[in-house]
């Protein structure tokens, strides 16, 4: 599948849908479901899923670059698309036939919308540390526990939950199972407030003795923490990209602002310490995506992966959130106010978020 058609399909996305209605989905703090289902209809919910198996096929280099696209817009809304689409990657490479006849068709749709739930209400980057419960009994899993900050968790079907099975084994005892929300005992709590992204739909679940089929084992003990690392290093690299989309958005907005505002007898353009600040904003953004398709390349290589991906987060989040708001100061009281045409307060709400993502830095 050509990246140019992907990309195009993404643009189409923002103009037609994402960016008229992101301060909508904000002011009425839920998540993005429009966005979600017309990327299904696009074909943006496989985006990693081979076409061999109904999917786009897209390596990661490709994949960043679309995300990158889609956070110009809103970075909650293209994150609720990232965590579907690595949930279909799982399951596509290493999901056993049950699960593939049960769930794929579905989830490369859209008709079922995944889920990551691998933090807990006491344990967030130290993901070893989890204590949501998995015990066999007999041919079934029985699942106990909580999990928070889950992105989708308001519109999810399909739960990837990680379970301890044997603590003493710390992350070599967990294992991963895919859960049905409508399963009885699993309990779907209130999305959270939050200072923004309310898009993407973070909240947590219960479980109370859940009962899974055995063969809904997607990661078994011994390989299902090394998965979730896998898919974390990814979703890094992504927020990269996704940072740089909107600091690329900001920098449009800002430079277009001080061409056209006119004070002290000329545009804000030709002010000197106005340039300087600009000038910055576009060289973090340089370095950002340098980073960022850095450890994409690392990813496409299939090479180690887990350094790269930390280095571009780190430096992307936090050009995004320095920059977004030196945008918003050349642009004076304009720059705050939210506006259809102004995503800035959205954006730097967004790079507060971005730093929480896949591990705070």
Excluded at 7 to 17: F, I, P, Q, S, T
Aim: glycine residues 10%; proline residues 3%; negative net charge.
């Amino acid at each position: 599948m050509a990246t140019s058609s992907i990309l195009a399909d993404a643009r189409k996305l923002v103009d037609e849908l994402i960016d008229p209605l992101a301060d909508q989905w904000e002011t009425e703090r839920r998540f993005a479901r429009e966005s979600f289902d017309a990327a299904a209809q696009l074909g943006l919910t496989a985006l990693l899923v081979p076409e061999a198996q109904g999917g786009r096929g897209l390596g990661p280099l490709a994949f960043v670059r679309v995300f990158e696209v889609l956070a110009s817009a809103d970075l909650a809304a293209a994150f609720s698309l990232v965590v579907h689409n690595n949930f279909a990657r799982g399951l596509a490479a290493s999901g056993n036939q049950h699960l593939i006849d049960l769930l794929l068709a579905d989830t490369v749709s859209g008709a079922a919308m995944g889920a990551f739930l691998l933090t807990e209400p006491g344990t967030g980057s130290d993901a070893s540390a989890i204590t949501c419960s998995a015990v066999l009994d007999g041919d079934e899993w029985v699942i106990k526990g909580d999990k928070a900050w889950i992105t989708n968790a308001s519109d999810a079907t399909a739960l990837n939950v990680y379970a301890q099975t044997n603590p003493a084994l710390k992350h070599r005892g967990i294992v991963s199972i895919v859960v049905d929300a409508a399963t009885p005992g699993v309990t779907r709590l209130e999305p959270y407030e939050l200072l923004g992204g309310h898009a993407m739909g973070t909240g947590g679940f219960r479980f109370d003795d859940v009962r899974v089929s055995r063969n809904n084992t997607l990661s078994p003990v011994g390989e299902a923490f090394g998965a979730a690392m896998v898919g974390i290093d990814l979703a890094r690299v992504v927020v990269g990209a996704m940072c740089c989309g909107m600091l690329q958005r900001a920098l449009d907005v800002a430079v277009e602002h001080s061409r056209s505002r006119q004070l002290f007898g000329g545009s804000v353009a030709d002010k000197q310490g106005v340039q300087w600040m600009l000038a910055d904003v576009a060289t973090d953004l340089e370095a950002s995506r340098l980073l960022t398709f850095r450890a994409a390349e690392a990813l496409e290589a299939e090479s180690d992966a887990t350094i790269a991906a930390a280095h571009a987060k780190k430096f992307s989040v936090r050009a995004a959130e320095r920059g977004i708001a030196a945008c918003m100061q050349t642009m004076g009281a304009t720059g705050f106010r939210r506006a259809v045409d102004n995503p800035l307060p959205r954006h730097l709400a967004g790079a507060r978020i971005a730093a929480y993502i896949d591990g705070t830095w």
